[in-house]
């Protein structure tokens, strides 16, 4: 059940990030409260207007945006949010986690968050299977990171294998099991 869950929605920059819209729309019709936070290529795919629309917040992307009071927003969204949700996770930002690398908007609220944080990858086949991408996924499925596993499919190369992410309404399902757990 996501019923007045806080998911902090994190978008990377992969072509995927067109399903986000549509994810958010599911997330809010299962009454749950969502804000984004998209690094910098992410806007390239879906637009800041669109995301804010259909969240009914702010967008958050720049770790430097200037601010009216003391409110670190990597601080104030770890401690809002239930949940971190990364769709689509790219091979550069589960890089980017994996090492402790917090560049970004994105990057720097997963080093803040201590909550349950999901990653659902998209990106190309060969970029999903290569060795390090692989090593990264398990250093932080190590730390407790849950993998909704991309699927296999035609993906934007043209090409077709597994790097395919998620559907919305699987991410939603995947997220509804996890917290009926509890």
Known sequence: ????????????????????????????????????????????????????????????????????????????????????LVAPATANIIGKFACGIADDALSTLFLAFDKPVFIAPAMNNRMYTHPIVQRNIKQLQAIEVQLIEPTYGELACNSVGKGRMEEPENIVAYLKDYFDKD
Not at 35 to 64: G, P
Request: aromatic share 8%; with cysteine.
């Open 1 to 84: 059940m996501l019923k007045n869950k806080k998911i902090l929605l994190g978008i990377s920059g992969g072509i995927a990030a067109y399903k986000c819209p549509e994810l958010i729309r599911q997330l809010i019709a299962e009454q749950a409260e969502v804000k984004v936070i998209a690094t910098e290529s992410a806007l390239e795919f879906v637009t800041t207007v669109t995301l804010q629309t259909v969240s009914r917040n702010k967008v958050y992307s720049e770790v430097f945006e200037p601010i009216s009071d003391f409110n670190p927003k990597h601080i104030s969204h770890a401690d809002w949010g239930d949940i971190l």
